[in-house]
DNA sequence: GTCTATAAATGGATAGAC
DNA sequence: GTCTATCCATTTATAGAC
């Protein structure tokens, strides 16, 4: 009764872990039926198609995002808060990673979800923008004319296509925690680029670097 | 007679073509023997396959890529050099865009394209790097530690993701000449990127930087 | 080298019984 | 809500005539 899921739920639940595992294009609705044990023919009750499974799957997400995208809006961080934040955005990003992996077939099939992808990661570059205009106010960091603006495109880029190049330029990693390493991974990367603008207390911003690079090693 | 070219080659040029407007996984074997008028028989005469067309024009790209990527080993060069530099890439990416625009479809179907991209990318890097290295020898710019390196890593993943990110973020432009605006943005967005770093020269360097905006208005 | 014709395989989708 | 059975469309791929 209470515990019982929902079958359209379930069908979320593992359409997008087969999404997210094997990509979004290669994974039917037969796949998503006979992994769940039902058949097609009830799976096509519950959404029209493939696409409105993906659709709904990118409402969740989008909900979820957005929420994380409000955090930096709601109080001023400092830099470990800010650290924070970057971690848990790399989490949904991961959670949700077919989207980020296989982009463009994903935008062929749902060319609806284009706008909205699109609108997504503007806002993401306006919340880097905030976040960095408070560090600035801060005095923690310091920008150039125009130098802001551009990071702040930069880190958005570097937040969507970070998987991609991850995969490209490591080895898939089959492992068993090897999303957190990505995710280390992600959040390293992004907060080294802050580095070059930080114009006080640099030498602890150095030694957290160090300490959180060691830890992933 | 010499005039004639070879069917092998027309299917290459038309697909590839295809691919640049459609992305490559819109387009069946059916579609590129049609546009040519030939039947789908006799391009399988020549080609045994899909996969095969595509790993064909990978063969040309990366040759034409390493062959761009050289030049600045052979002799340093200068800021404008470098401009000029930067365009060719782009020029060369924007020809064989389908493999950028849908890179994860791409290396869906051609697993063995991968490790040969991952490695381009990497020739890339180093190239980028060994710019960088030549633009301080000469004291035009200069870098902290670890700085060279990073800002040489996320040049070359600018390269390879700038056509997704530009395409997520401008309205897809069907235009005549959309492919020159794109390359042009390209070019400036990349340029942008060493601003920062640059120590001498910093007005000239600005002024080009904006009358190559303006030239792109 | 090139064609016609057709096979084989897949994935998306629906009708109707239970 | 769920199943079985079936159909349709697309794409890849091959056989054999010209």
Redesign the pocket.
């Known amino acids: 009764m209470a515990g019982k899921v ?3 739920d379930r069908i979320l639940k593992t359409a997008l872990a087969l999404f997210n595992q094997e990509g979004e294009h290669q994974v ?3 796949d998503i039926a006979a992994v769940m ?6 799976l ?3 959404f ?4 409105v499974i993906i659709e709904a799957l990118y409402d969740d997400f989008e909900e979820e995002m957005r929420q994380v995208l409000s955090a930096p809006i709601k109080r001023a961080l400092d830099i470990e808060d800010n650290w924070v934040f970057v971690y848990i955005l790399f989490e949904e990003i991961n959670d949700f990673r077919f989207f980020y992996y296989g982009l463009a077939s994903v935008l062929e099939r749902c060319p609806n979800l284009r706008p909205r992808f699109a609108r997504l990661l503007k806002l993401k570059q306006e919340t880097v923008d905030a976040v960095l205009t408070s560090l600035a106010k801060a005095g923690l960091v310091a920008f150039g004319p125009g130098e802001q603006a551009a990071l702040a495109t930069r880190l958005a880029a570097h937040l969507t296509f970070w998987l991609q190049y991850r995969d490209l330029t490591a080895p898939a990693q089959t492992g068993k925690n090897s999303g957190r390493a990505i995710i280390n991974d992600g959040v390293y990367s992004t907060m080294i680029q802050i580095a070059p603008y930080i114009i006080s207390h640099r030498e602890p911003y150095a030694a957290l670097l160090a300490e959180y690079f060691k830890k992933q090693g």
């Open positions: 929902k079958t359209r039917s609705t037969v044990g039902i058949s097609p023919g009830n096509y009750y519950h029209k198609g493939k696409e």
